[in-house]
Each structure stands twice: as C-alpha cells, then as structure tokens.
C-alpha cells in the first residue's frame, strides 16, 4: 500500500465527527486493498473484525482460516465453533463482542486442491498492527483478549508465554487491560477427551473472567 498520510484515510475524517461506527466501517473499507504485506498475493480476501464499535470486550485471533477466507468473516470454521461454545458456556453473547484477528489475511500455501495453513511471522504480525491498533482505538474496549501466541505478539508487541501470563488482567499502555489464553484451534489438536474437557474448562474461565472485568470497568 501506498504510503499516505492521515488526511488521506476514511478513517480519520470520520473520526473528526466523533462517529466510531463510521470509522470502524470506513477502516474496514480501507482494510480491503491492503497490500501492507505479501500476504494478500493467497488470500482471497481481508477478513476484518465485526462486532460493536463500543463492545467493552474484544476478543483477537491469529489468522483466518480457510473458511473464514472465503466467507469474509473471523470464527466460523471449526476453531469458531469451539469459541462459540466457550462463549456460551461463560456467559457471553457473541454479538456483545468485537472479534478480530491480529493477521487479516489468510496465510497459506497451496498443496494441490488444499490450502494449508501456515503461522504467520514476526514481520507480518507486526505490518497488520496498524490495522489491529486503529481498531482498538476506536472501540477502546475495557479489556482484549489475546487468543494464543500469535495474538499475543500483535496486542502487546512482544512474545509472550502463554502459560505464564495467561488468565491475569495486563495493563495496556493506550489505555485498558489485556489477557492471554489459548487459541480455541489448540483443544482441536488435542487426542484425549480429558485434555480437550479441560482445556475448554480453562478457556471458559479466561472468558468468564475477561468478561466480568470488563463489565465492572464500564460500571
């Protein structure tokens, strides 16, 4: 993408009126031409956020599938389908939230009729930010929920251990809190029921408590 300066984004003229449902529409217009990495060449499309430009929680993803490639939107192939039932099991409507992914493109490599898929980078985390900070500037959500490493990597700008930080409200520096847990796509890998029952039992906690935190910042 060309570089340009703010004037030149939809984004920050609808952001002089104060409307952050434009903005947040008009940043998703201009998502769709970006070229800001290599990742674009595969994909079929930018798979942008969706959700309400006032949602007090925002969930973020690494990438989009193949499925959320072709339908244009994050979460519904089979890890969607996991976080949809962790967010029922806490509590939480998905409609309430925003949900975006940290990568906007699909990273893949084409292996005959399949596509598949591959981590993203450093660089390319680090290239689609812009896309990710401008997003929680205008919802400035109470709290962000990093789902897994690569999320991660792109909320707080740094590798963090999942494990290690996981469940536990961290400061951001623009302002609210984030939390790490796990990818949903990670129970998928899992052989043992016991493990996958678990697993889901902790990421239903890490949701139910993102949640409550951010119910009482907004009071």
């Known amino acids: 993408m060309a570089a340009r300066g703010p004037d030149d984004l939809p984004l920050f003229r609808e952001k002089r009126i104060n409307d952050p449902v434009r903005a947040l529409k008009a940043?998703?217009?201009?998502?769709?031409?970006?070229?800001?990495?290599?990742?674009?060449?595969?994909?079929?499309?930018?798979v942008f956020g969706e959700g309400p430009a006032d949602a007090a929680l925002m969930l973020i993803g690494e990438q989009p599938g193949d499925q959320e490639d072709l339908a244009g939107r994050p979460f519904v192939g089979p890890a969607g389908k996991v976080l949809d039932r962790a967010l029922e099991a806490a509590g939480i409507e998905r409609a309430a939230v925003y949900i975006t992914n940290a990568v906007k493109h699909f990273k893949n490599e084409p292996r005959g009729k399949r596509r598949i898929h591959k981590k993203p980078d450093t660089g390319e985390i680090d290239a689609c930010r812009w896309w990710l900070d401008h997003e929680l500037e205008l919802i400035e959500p109470a709290v962000s929920v990093a789902l897994g490493a690569t999320a991660a990597r792109g909320l707080f700008r740094k590798a963090l251990a999942i494990n290690a930080n996981r469940g536990r409200l961290i400061p951001l520096p623009n302002g609210g809190n984030g939390l790490i847990t796990v990818h949903p796509s990670y129970l998928l890998g899992l052989q043992e029921e016991r493990d996958k029952r678990r697993e889901f039992d902790l990421l239903v906690k890490d949701l139910h408590f993102a949640a409550e935190a951010a119910r009482k910042a907004r009071g």
């Not at 940043?27 to 930018?46: F, G, I, P, S």
Request: aromatic share 4%; hydrophobic share 30%.
């Open 27 to 46: 940043l998703a217009a201009e998502a769709r031409d970006c070229t800001r990495c290599h990742l674009y060449k595969n994909a079929t499309q930018t």
